[in-house]
C-alpha cells in the first residue's frame, strides 16, 4: 500500500473545513484522476500527502509509516501546475532536468558522470532527449512540461503526485502529456495521483477516480463511477456528456450513466 488516509479533517485558520472526514487508500500501481471545484481542497491534499502541511485531525500513513515518521520523501515525486524555473534564465533541458539530483546530493553538490547518465536515461524515458542541449525556456509547453516530468522522476519516485500539469498545454500537447503518463504507470509501475479539471480527457488513462468538494464524494475504479448516482448527481447537466465520452473511448462499460 502505497498511502491510506482515515478521518483526515484539516481548516486554515480554524475557519470551515476544507478537508473533513476523508478516508481511502492509494494502492501499488494505481493511476487516481482527483476531481472536483476550485477550493474543494484537491491542493490541501496533496499537501498533506507532501508534507507540506501537517494534518489536523485523523492519520495520513505514506508506505506504511506515519506521516509525521515518514523520511523518504525522495519516493514521492511532485509536479505543480506552475512548476518552472525562471522564464529568462539560461539553463538547458538536460540542466533543468538535472536539477531533481539535488535533493538527495551531500554538500558539495557535485554532479558526476553517472548522474548525467542517469539524467540522459530519464529523459529517454519521458521522451525530451532529444532537445536536452536546447535552452529551456526556448520550448514548448509540451516539451517543457516533458523536461519538468524528468526532474521529478530523476530520483525514481514510487508515487507521483501531479497537480493539474496538462493546464497551459493545447489539446494535442494534452493527449500526449497523458500518454506518457499512461506508459510510465504501466511500463515503469509508477503509481499516480492526478489532479485534473478534465475528467472526460484524463478518463481514458486513469484507472480510479476520486471526487473531492471537501467531503469525500466519490472514491472507486471506472465501473463504478460510471454506475455511481451521486457522480451523476454531482456533474449534474454535464454527466450525460461524460458518460458518453468515457463509453466511447472504452473508459466505462456500456450501461447506464
Known sequence: MIAEIKNLSYSYNGRAH???NINFTVNNGDFIGILGPNGGGKTTLAKIMLGLLQSQTGSVKMMGQD????????KIG???QKNTPPGSAPLTAFEVARMGLLSVK?????????????VESIMQTTECLSYKDKLFYELSGGQQQRV?????LI??????????????LDAQSRGDFFELLCKLNKENAVTILLITHDPAEAGKYINKFLILDKNLIFYGDKQAFCAAPEVTQYFGPYAPHLMDHLHSDGSCPLGGH
Not at 155 to 168: F, G, K, V
Open 18 to 20: 476544507a478537508l473533513e
Open 67 to 74: 506521516i509525521n515518521n515518514f523520511t523518504q520523501w525522495q
Open 78 to 80: 511532485y509536479l505543480e
Open 106 to 118: 551531500k554538500t558539495p553538490r557535485i554532479f558526476t558522470r553517472r548522474d548525467d547518465e542517469t
Open 148 to 152: 519538468l516530468l524528468a526532474r521529478t
Open 155 to 168: 530520483n525514481n519516485p514510487a508515487l507521483l503526485i501531479l497537480d493539474e500539469p496538462s493546464t497551459a
